[in-house]
């Protein structure tokens, strides 16, 4: 009796051992197939559940004066929206009444080139006039509010004569110069005919071809279409005569994002506010004049 029983024992144990390493075969066969599989949905995206944080689309509001500070800090938020792979698209609202010539420019440039990393949707939320109008034009198509103000196509200097007041409160120039031009006009004094068709040659007129120019090719339109509208007017966005010529599309801020969420493929679509204010300093702002800046800061796209 005592050997059958250790007989016994030992065919189970042998039993339990081919059982157990059957099992552990197949654990490692399953947890291969899995690792293999899991390795290759990931890679094609089969069976993916849909993340809010994949599918996101950067907002920029630019609801300031064209500086080119300002303008640098909003190009700079772009280069970090274009590495991050989640943002799929960009949507520009734009509510500027204008600015700087050189800063309209360097973004107009810079947005059509972002193009060809990621699609730009540009509203005209409020306002697009002169530098903002500069600006919004570099994007095709272009939407706008129907209240929207836009156009203000054109180049103002201003100036101002305070000789009467200076001569009040006991002020006198006493500017040094070399060079005919160096200070072409003075806050002191009213302009002479010939200081005005200085700046009118040197400054207004180029800037404002440029203008026309920029405006032209960003619009893809005809010189003759554009005319017209280039005498510094402002029109609301719905005006009947600048449709196909100054804008494209009189939607809504909703609009817009529903047609997005389409594009990109339902609801799980994110839209992402992109902070532009400066963070706060304790050190004062200094400010040094050098001459002709002074005079060039006067010179502005704007309304």
Same mark, same amino acid.
């Not at 094609?44 to 500086?67: H, L, Q, R, S, W």
């Not at 719905?238 to 599309?249: C, F, K, R």
């Given at each position: 009796?005592?050997?059958?029983?250790?007989?016994?024992?030992?065919?189970?144990?042998?039993?339990?051992?081919?059982?157990?390493?059957?099992?552990?075969?197949?654990?490692?066969?399953?947890?291969?197939?899995?690792?293999?599989?899991?390795?290759?949905?990931?890679?094609?995206?089969?069976?993916?559940?849909?993340?809010?944080?994949?599918?996101?689309?950067?907002?920029?509001?630019?609801?300031?004066?064209?500086?080119?500070?300002?303008?640098?800090?909003?190009?700079?938020?772009?280069?970090?929206?274009?590495?991050?792979?989640?943002?799929?698209?960009?949507?520009?609202?734009?509510?500027?009444?204008?600015?700087?010539?050189?800063?309209?420019?360097?973004?107009?440039?810079?947005?059509?080139?972002?193009?060809?990393?990621?699609?730009?949707?540009?509203?005209?939320?409020?306002?697009?006039?002169?530098?903002?109008?500069?600006?919004?034009?570099?994007?095709?198509?272009?939407?706008?509010?129907?209240?929207?103000?836009?156009?203000?196509?054109?180049?103002?200097? $201003?100036?101002?004569?305070?000789?009467?007041?200076?001569?009040?409160?006991?002020?006198?120039?006493?500017?040094?110069?070399?060079?005919?031009?160096?200070?072409?006009?003075?806050?002191?004094?009213?302009?002479?005919? +010939?200081?005005?068709?200085?700046?009118?040659?040197?400054?207004?007129? $180029?800037?404002?071809?440029?203008?026309?120019?920029?405006?032209? +090719?960003?619009?893809?339109?005809?010189?003759?279409?554009?005319?017209?509208?280039?005498?510094?007017?402002?029109?609301?966005?719905?005006?009947?005569?600048?449709?196909?010529?100054?804008?494209?599309?009189?939607?809504?801020?909703?609009?817009?994002?529903?047609?997005?969420?389409?594009?990109?493929?339902?609801?799980?679509?994110?839209?992402?506010?992109?902070?532009?204010?400066?963070?706060?300093?304790?050190? $004062?702002?200094?400010?040094?004049?050098?001459?002709?800046?002074?005079?060039?800061?006067?010179?502005?796209?704007?309304?």
């Amino acid at each position: 009796m005592e050997e059958v029983k250790d007989y016994q024992i030992k065919a189970l144990k042998k039993q339990i051992f081919i059982s157990n390493l059957k099992a552990w075969i197949i654990g490692v066969i399953l947890i291969a197939e899995i690792a293999f599989f899991g390795m290759y949905f990931s890679k094609t995206g089969m069976f993916k559940k849909p993340v809010i944080g994949d599918n996101k689309v950067a907002v920029i509001y630019f609801d300031e004066m064209i500086t080119e500070k300002y303008t640098t800090k909003v190009m700079e938020k772009m280069d970090a929206i274009r590495k991050d792979k989640n943002f799929k698209e960009v949507l520009f609202v734009m509510g500027s009444p204008g600015g700087s010539p050189t800063a309209s420019e360097e973004l107009s440039e810079y947005l059509k080139a972002y193009q060809k990393d990621k699609n730009v949707t540009m509203y005209i939320g409020s306002i697009a006039a002169s530098g903002g109008y500069y600006i919004a034009s570099a994007i095709k198509p272009l939407h706008a509010n129907k209240n929207a103000i836009v156009g203000s196509i054109g180049v103002i200097m $201003p100036h101002f004569n305070l000789g009467q007041l200076a001569q009040k409160i006991g002020v006198e120039e006493d500017t040094l110069a070399a060079g005919k031009h160096k200070q072409p006009i003075s806050y002191f004094r009213k302009a002479e005919d +010939e200081e005005k068709k200085y700046i009118q040659d040197h400054l207004l007129i $180029p800037t404002y071809e440029n203008f026309i120019h920029a405006v032209l +090719e960003n619009r893809g339109i005809s010189k003759e279409q554009l005319l017209p509208f280039t005498e510094g007017k402002i029109y609301i966005a719905n005006t009947p005569e600048i449709q196909g010529v100054l804008v494209d599309h009189i939607t809504s801020l909703y609009q817009i994002k529903k047609e997005i969420r389409k594009r990109l493929g339902g609801k799980m679509v994110k839209f992402e506010t992109i902070d532009m204010k400066d963070q706060p300093s304790f050190f $004062p702002k200094v400010q040094v004049d050098l001459g002709v800046e002074k005079l060039l800061n006067q010179l502005n796209y704007r309304q």
